[in-house]
Each structure stands twice: as C-alpha cells, then as structure tokens.
C-alpha cells in the first residue's frame, strides 16, 4: 500500500491527467520550432459527407458523420472519436484528419457521442459502440465492407477509441443502443495523446473533466476508474493498437505497460512520438498530416485496400 501511494503521489506531481483537447494554443512556434498551420474541413472532391443518425436520447441525438466515396465499390472504413476531455464537442475539429484520410481510400466517419454534460460514464463509451454497430447495419449505402473496419481518437477520444478496441468481443459493454444485431468489433486501433490507465493518473488529482464524467473522483469511484482503464483490458484476441503521441505534450500515463501486456500477447502495437507537436496536434499541420501518413500506413496494413468497381 505504501507502494502504491508513493507511486500515485509521484505519478500526481510529475504528470498531469488526460485533459481536454484546445484546438487553439497560446503561440505559433517560432524560431525553435515549426508554425503550425489551422485547418478547416472542407469535403474533399470524390466524396459526399452523408449524416446517419445512430440513437435519439432526450439529452443528445447520436450521429455518425461519414465521407462515402463517390465511386462505385467497397472500402475499408474508420471511425473517429473526437477529443475535448469527454465535455466539448470537437467533431469538426477533427473533419480535416478524416477528409485527407478518406482520399487515401477509406470510407471514414466521425461520431458525436453523448458527452459527460449530457450523460455520465459508461454512456460515450456505449456510442461509439453503438456507431460501430450503425456503420455495419449500413454497410451498403456507405459503401462500406463490414469486416474491415478500425477506430481512432485523440486525448478523450483515445482514451475511448483503447476502451472500445480492448473491450472488443465483450457483451457487457456493448449498452442498450440500437443495431444490437450487428457486431461492434474493430480490427486496428490507434490512440493519440492519450492516457490509458486512468486510475494512476487520477488517484490524487482533482481532474475536473474526469470527476465530471465519472460522477466522482479516483478515490470515491476506484471500479469505475478501473472498469474504464483501456490497460485493464488488455487480453488475447484484441486488436493490433499503436499510439501517436506529441513531444510536446505531457506523459500519457500507463501507455508504456500498455504496450508491454500487448507486446506480451504477441500483439502489434508501436509508438510515434511527433517532433515539436503539441497537444492536440492532429488538428493542425505539420503534424495532422504527419498523423495520416502514419495511420494510413496502419490502417492499409491491417484493413487493405478498397475493393473499386
């Protein structure tokens, strides 16, 4: 016990907890590093962004946002869970990733979980697992083969896009969302900037956004901390998972003995470590597209290819 609170206390002075992602830092870089340049969406051309409503709750109606080539064919497909420490609303902040994905020949989809100011913890986690389930049961209109499809997300959304990849194949968090016929498996995942063990980074923090999500703190809630920890999940079957992560940004806590329990199971797994990127570095260039040539690579690797009439 002695140990585990000598490590926590350290782990809470040297690091801080998984945060909100902010699309707008204080300063471009200067002299000592890249500018970074703000990004827009804008649907690239081949394409149509389709909107398909997942569930309708009283506090929020569930929609998945999907680029649906304009040609004729099947094709690989990834879900985006956006960031913004589980209380704002950041899917358009991520649309740029996911256009410049999508033209290197995905069918790709954004999801607008319930957020923690909507619907407490498990609620996020059920949607995405609900959108994995809509996107199965609309295969054909989107063009999409359902065997091939995998999950990213950056900060909030990593830590949602580890728990939905290692709770993959697992009945009790699947949820009462719709599309319950359909399977809510992925095949490859990535986590940005994100941490993974979230009862260590939070165990003497007063993290706002988690307490918001949680509906209480580390010490008040620890099988909740636990049960939403992506590292404790870890186990035969689940899907190859890499991170991306900014040399600028803070230590993601349990990322490192994430990746030893997968490396374990003979599962691949990988970390990029972005020179000079910040948090939430996938929202801008340099290191947006630095962000899709990495998950590209992934995705071609454990996805393929699309299949073009």
Not at 257 to 283: C, N, Q, R, S, Y
Request: aromatic content about 8%.
């Amino acid at each position: 016990m002695h140990f585990r609170f000598s490590l926590c206390l350290a782990l809470s002075l040297a690091l801080s907890a998984l945060h909100a992602a902010d699309p707008k830092p204080a300063a471009k870089a200067g002299a000592n590093g890249p500018k970074w340049k703000k990004l827009t969406p804008q649907t690239p051309a081949g394409f149509t962004l389709k909107t398909i409503e997942v569930a309708k709750y009283p506090e929020h109606t569930v929609e998945l946002y999907v680029y649906v080539p304009d040609a004729a064919g099947t094709w690989p497909c990834i879900l985006d869970i956006h960031g913004g420490g589980w209380k704002a609303r950041q899917v358009e902040a991520d649309k740029p990733m996911m256009e410049r994905l999508a033209q290197r020949g995905f069918v790709t989809a954004l999801v607008s979980y319930r957020l923690s100011t909507e619907a407490k913890y498990p609620a996020a986690l059920h949607d995405c697992k609900a959108a994995l389930r809509c996107l199965r049961a609309h295969a054909q209109e989107l063009k999409i083969d359902p065997e091939r499809i995998g999950c990213m997300g950056g900060s909030a959304g990593g830590h949602l896009s580890g728990l939905t990849a290692m709770t993959t194949g697992l009945p009790e968090f699947e949820g009462e969302g719709p599309f319950k016929d359909q399977s809510s498996a992925v095949k490859a995942c990535i986590v940005m900037a994100a941490t993974q063990n979230l009862v260590d980074s939070n165990y003497f923090q007063k993290n706002e956004s988690a307490i918001l999500f949680f509906g209480g703190n580390a010490l008040e809630k620890p099988e909740v901390y636990k049960e939403a920890s992506p590292i404790n999940h870890v186990r035969a079957g689940v899907p190859p998972t890499i991170y991306i992560e900014g040399e600028k940004d803070t230590l993601k806590v349990g990322r490192a003995e994430m990746m030893e329990k997968l490396k374990a199971l003979g599962i691949e797994t990988a970390v990029h470590t972005l020179k000079d990127a910040p948090h939430p570095f996938w929202m801008k260039d340099p290191w947006c597209a630095e962000t899709v040539d990495i998950a590209a690579a992934f995705f071609k690797k454990h996805l393929g290819e699309p299949v073009v009439k």
